[in-house]
T-cell receptor, first 114, second 113 residues
Framework: AQTVTQSQPEMSVQEAETVTLSCTYD???????LFWYKQPPSRQMILVIR??????QNATENRFSVNFQKAAKSFSLKISDSQLGDAAMYFC???????????FGTGTSLTVIP | EAGVTQSPTHLIKTRGQQATLRCSPI?????VYWYQQALGLGLQFLLW???????NRGNFPPRFSGRQFPNYSSELNVNALELEDSALYLC????????????FGPGTRLTVL
């Protein structure tokens, strides 16, 4: 079974600074999808960004970007110009290209310091 | 377009009782997933339904069960409640296409006393 590991239970960042959240995964598949989800204190999980494994170009969504290293099975999230509203729990997730099940990491709690 | 909805928002039960949680997926989505998020823990996969059938289940005892209705809405039942069942239960839906992400509902907070 695929596993997703987030080794940073908690992170903090100064407002306007940049922070990187780490995620590694274990799979024997060559084609898959990776996601970062955000869960603010209001608890509704929302999609932040996604990456297709067959694409070499790293995905970017405004202030959010990923560093996808397929050989290293690493998928980190970079948040630039951090804002107070970025404070949340962030989950990394994996989905096979051939299956529907998602695998989630244990999450990283991000605090943004004013 | 309406998002994933869940009811009730909060549910308080006593040990040994049964709990029923409901989820309505986004229109057009055929897959429904259930997750348990206990305090301080990540998302633990519970169940996956698609086209009315249970496709997969996580490492949970049989007292966790559910079903999916013809309109693709879903119900999660937890029998013989235990204190450790207290958690946020999240429902998510997706189309049955591997390129698509999951869309989550706001969750049901179950408290077992």
């Amino acid at each position: 079974a695929q596993t997703v590991t987030q080794s940073q239970p908690e992170m903090s960042v100064q407002e306007a600074e940049t922070v990187t959240l780490s995620c590694t995964y274990d799979t024997s598949e060559s084609d898959y999808y990776l996601f970062w989800y955000k869960q603010p204190p209001s608890r509704q999980m929302i999609l932040v960004i996604r990456q297709e494994a067959y694409k070499q170009q790293n995905a970017t969504e405004n202030r959010f970007s990923v560093n996808f290293q397929k050989a290293a099975k690493s998928f980190s999230l970079k948040i630039s110009d951090s804002q107070l509203g970025d404070a949340a729990m962030y989950f990394c997730a994996y989905r096979s290209a051939t299956g529907n099940q998602f695998y989630f990491g244990t999450g990283t709690s991000l605090t943004v310091i004013p | 377009e309406a998002g994933v909805t869940q009811s009730p928002t909060h549910l308080i039960k006593t040990r040994g009782q049964q709990a029923t949680l409901r989820c309505s997926p986004i229109s057009g989505h055929t897959s429904v997933y259930w997750y348990q998020q206990a305090l301080g823990l990540g998302l633990q996969f519970l169940l996956w339904y698609d086209e009315g059938e249970e496709r997969n289940r996580g490492n949970f005892p049989p007292r966790f069960s559910g079903r999916q209705f013809p309109n693709y809405s879903s119900e999660l039942n937890v029998n013989a409640l235990e204190l450790e069942d207290s958690a946020l239960y999240l429902c998510a839906s997706s189309p049955f296409r591997p390129t698509d992400t999951q869309y989550f509902g706001p969750g049901t907070r179950l408290t077992v006393l």
